[in-house]
């Protein structure tokens, strides 16, 4: 097997899970409350991040990290994971999964749009374009295709899901010139992220699991969505030619996703939510093509 043919595998490895999350989210709600999936999601993951470490040999980089990129990414474990999934699982407690998922998919373009006030980038004519028919779609699924009423299925749950972008978009920008291993960094914030997930989950709700389905949602959240997965996406990108060659593959999860939906939660997916998941990924793919004219 060649390179890019090692590539593709472990690129549609991890797009293949991912989309498998927004279901493994839906379902583990039907046990426990966001804060406890949290709380046991990120255990799991911090075990996985440190399994995959220790196969790497990696562990003994931890000592050698210079003081300000440790305080950078214990202080980002408070953005991710405490916030941001807090926020996210909050909104898939309160929507259907075939809203929260394409909802969540607009950070890209949230991205974007802090990126201009915050790091000074241009905003262009293509990226408002962008922004605005991904927005389009985001109105056509929270309104289930009647956008002119303005009638949301959850209102809460669609600024929940629309703001967990905004966490996920500052995490990333505050990340942006971070050159720490990102699978160390990524144990360092969701480690940070721990003893704030144990106060909330001890204010607001129990840290025990009341069923072992929940127990094994969690495991299952933590170990993909929030570890390996990550890990199979960075060894497709080093093993690839081309970064576009595998990164336009991750427009297939979302449509994926909804299949998953269907099939695994029992959602009978809607036409609004298919044309609106269209007019997101048509703004993803406009922003893109974007960035590589410029």
């Known amino acids: 097997m ?114 201009w006030p915050l790091l000074g980038q241009r905003l262009g004519l293509r990226e408002a374009v962008a922004i605005g028919v991904s927005y389009a779609g985001v109105v056509l699924i929270s309104t289930h295709g009647a956008p002119f009423a303005l009638s949301f299925s959850s209102g809460p749950g669609v600024a929940l899901a629309l703001g967990s972008t905004i966490i996920w978009a500052l995490f990333w920008i505050f990340n942006a010139k971070d050159e720490t291993d990102p699978v160390i960094s990524l144990f360092l914030n969701f480690s940070a992220g721990f003893p704030f997930i144990l106060i909330a989950c001890l204010l607001f709700s129990s840290p025990w699991p009341g069923a072992w389905q929940g127990l094994a949602g969690a495991a299952y959240v933590g170990v993909f969505e929030m570890g390996i997965t990550f890990v199979f996406w960075l ?57 590589g004219a410029d």
């Open 2 to 115: 060649t390179r890019q043919q090692q590539a593709y595998a472990y690129a549609f490895g991890a797009v293949l899970i991912w989309s498998t999350v927004a279901s493994a989210f839906k379902i583990s709600l039907r046990h426990l409350s966001p804060i406890q999936l949290l709380l046991w999601a990120d255990i799991f993951s911090i075990i996985c991040l440190f399994s995959v470490l220790l196969v790497q040999k990696k562990l003994p980089l931890l000592t050698t990290l210079p003081r300000p990129a440790l305080r950078r990414g214990l202080a980002l474990g408070i953005l991710n994971p405490f916030l941001y999934y807090v926020i996210l699982f909050a909104a898939y407690d309160l929507l259907p999964a075939q809203e929260a998922q394409p909802l969540n998919y607009t950070w890209a373009i949230t991205l974007t749009v802090l990126s």
């Open 235 to 291: 060894k497709a990108l080093r093993l690839t030619s081309s970064a576009a060659k595998v990164s336009t593959l991750i427009f297939f999860s979302p449509f994926l996703s909804l299949v998953f939906i269907h099939f695994l939660v029992g959602e009978e997916i809607l036409l609004s939510t298919i044309v609106g998941l269209g007019f997101i990924i048509a703004g993803n793919a406009l922003q893109q093509t974007g960035k």
